[in-house]
T-cell receptor, first 115, second 113 residues
């Protein structure tokens, strides 16, 4: 089975712009979560989508948003970019039910640099 | 809320040395516990997991035991290799947090010849 894929792998934007990142989960997985990784804050949960609905949300401003399509692929959008948004954005998928024992499988990430 | 505390890195070991990376947690419910590994320039890979007390997760020579009484999930390996050099993250998933992953700060391991 193919793993989680994320596109693009690298992105450079300037302050004030917006960006869209894409994630394709493992085939058959219906849940997609997004995490932000920075040297200062570590790994932080952004949000989770399941069956096209946001199921859980972390503590990030409204500039961060996402959606999920009927094929389970997900996109994440960041509007009005700030320097502090520079990070590795990781997507993870799992089969679906809100089960604490489920393993989340991560993609390689999108490295976003904001200048 | 949920939290994970890992020992500070970096940890530098000689090849074939014994490895321990400490991890303790705080959770409101009954969490599942995970160790993930991140190699340079890559995403996270699941190393092992345990879903209930006294469970031992193991993979590639690494082991960790879910200790509810001490709220710990320490990672061990009997003999490390240069190829084990990476950053290791302890994490938990708890129904109280909507089953999102809560991560520790990560511990960088460097193994030298």
């Amino acid at each position: 089975k193919a793993g989680v894929t994320q596109t693009p792998r690298y992105l450079i934007k300037t302050r004030g712009q917006q960006v869209t990142l894409s994630c394709s989960p493992i085939s058959g997985h219906r849940s997609v979560s997004w995490y932000q990784q920075t040297p200062g804050q570590g790994l932080q949960f952004l949000f989770e989508y399941f069956s096209e609905t946001q199921r859980n949300k972390g503590n990030f401003p409204g500039r961060f948003s996402g959606r999920q399509f009927s094929n389970s692929r997900s996109e994440m959008n960041v509007s009005t970019l700030e320097l502090g948004d520079s990070a590795l954005y990781l997507c993870a998928s799992r089969p679906g039910g809100a089960i604490r024992t489920d393993t989340q499988y991560f993609g390689p990430g999108t490295r976003l640099t904001v200048l | 809320g949920d939290s994970v505390t890992q020992m500070e890195g970096p940890v530098t070991l000689s090849e074939e040395a014994f490895l321990t990376i400490n991890c303790t947690y705080t959770a409101t419910g009954y969490p599942s516990l995970f160790w993930y590994v991140q190699y340079p320039g890559e995403g996270l890979q699941l190393l092992l997991k345990a879903t209930k007390a006294d469970d031992k997760g193991s993979n590639k020579g690494f082991e960790a035991t879910y200790r509810k009484e001490t709220t710990s999930f320490h990672l061990e390996k009997g003999s490390v290799q240069v190829s084990d050099s990476a950053v290791y993250f302890c994490a938990l998933s708890d129904i109280g947090g909507g089953n999102k992953l809560t991560f520790g700060t990560g511990t960088q391991l460097k193994v030298e010849l």
